[in-house]
């Protein structure tokens, strides 16, 4: 479907995806200056009152550069929330978002017809992420906008089927904006994405390694070290299944080939599950596709690299095009 203004002027079909701890605006203005949506999840924001500090920062910059740059301006922008009862900032934080009327909300663990509906009310729009089929009908039938199906090796919080699977169910009926994510590393995975039906590409894990990253240089390296083998599934530490690094898990004095199961019902984003290493700052996530990392860069560079490997990719696709039909 035709992507709605403002999020038609992009450089990349990307969003960068929301990182806890890792995402904050340094990144996120540098996602947007460079042409892709950069985003972060409101509980990143820390007291609470700084949540309010961050959305003025980033609208500021980003409007300083659009006045600056108006044949380029910057992409929009998405805060994520966590919709699940251990959420007691939820109302709060979205108070704050309708202040400075986000344009785009990402919601996770949980779909609510009145956060819909209070984004609808200031303009913005809705994003929620889901593993299945069934989680995507519910979510639109609550009222988001758009999916973002999480396929298998996706960093953090994933699930575990084949994007080839989940993206032919969900466009069976839904028509909407999605934005595919699992191990998306590289600008071809771009294309793959959108020739799956997928109107954006949600990346996270290359973000990690960037300069405007805020994120221990020991993990940067890790991203860039890694290969998909290095990722381990579980869902110890938040309650929630979730990919993680291996060399994370090991430092924790853990054994990622024998970690016990942790119980559903008892959800903590921020505990570290059974263990005293806390996710996701001495746990790491990661998703599967790191290998295409080669190098801790700029914002800027990395967004370089993805487009001229999405452009290499869509000439190198039509060339095989042309050799079938010929």
């Given at each position: ?15 960068g ?23 972060f ?83 913005g729009i ?9 989680f ?28 080839f ?23 071809r ?33 890790a ?61 790491w ?13 700029s ?28």
């Open positions: 479907m035709p992507l709605p203004a403002p999020f038609d002027r992009l450089r990349l079909p990307v969003i995806s929301p990182l806890f701890i890792i995402s904050g605006p340094e990144l996120v203005i540098a996602q947007c200056k460079a042409g892709v949506i950069g985003s999840p409101a509980l990143n924001a820390r007291p609470s009152g700084v949540l309010d500090e961050w959305l003025h920062q980033i609208t500021e910059e980003l409007a300083a550069h659009n006045r600056a740059n108006p044949d380029r301006p910057a992409a929009p922008y998405a805060v994520n929330q966590i919709v699940h009862k251990s959420n007691n900032r939820l109302e709060e934080d979205m108070e704050v978002c309708a202040k400075w009327q986000v344009p785009m909300t990402i919601t996770s663990l949980g779909a609510r017809e009145d956060i819909n509906q209070a984004v609808h009310k200031w303009g809705v994003l929620h992420d889901v593993i299945n089929d069934r995507a009908h519910k979510a639109i039938e609550k009222g988001a906008d758009g999916l973002i199906p999480v396929a298998a090796g996706a960093g953090g919080h994933a699930g575990t089927l084949s994007p699977a989940l993206m032919q169910e969900i466009r069976g009926w839904f028509s909407g904006l999605v934005a595919l994510s699992g191990s998306i590393a590289c600008g995975s771009i294309l793959a994405a959108q020739a799956m039906g997928a109107d954006f590409a949600y990346i996270g894990s290359p973000w990690i390694a960037t300069t405007e990253a805020n994120a221990q240089q020991a993990y940067k390296d991203i860039v070290a890694g290969s998909a083998g290095d990722i381990v599934y579980s869902n110890l530490f938040t309650g929630v299944h979730g990919n993680y690094l291996r060399p994370s898990i090991v430092a924790a004095g853990l054994d990622p080939d024998n970690l016990p199961v942790s119980d559903p019902t008892q959800m903590n984003f921020g505990s570290g599950g059974n263990t005293d290493a806390k996710a996701w700052k001495d746990i996530g990661s998703g599967q596709g790191i290998g295409a990392v080669t190098a801790v860069e914002v800027e560079q990395r967004v370089d690299r993805l487009e001229a490997e999405y452009d290499q990719a869509r000439i190198e696709l039509a060339a095989k095009a042309r050799l079938t039909l010929a």
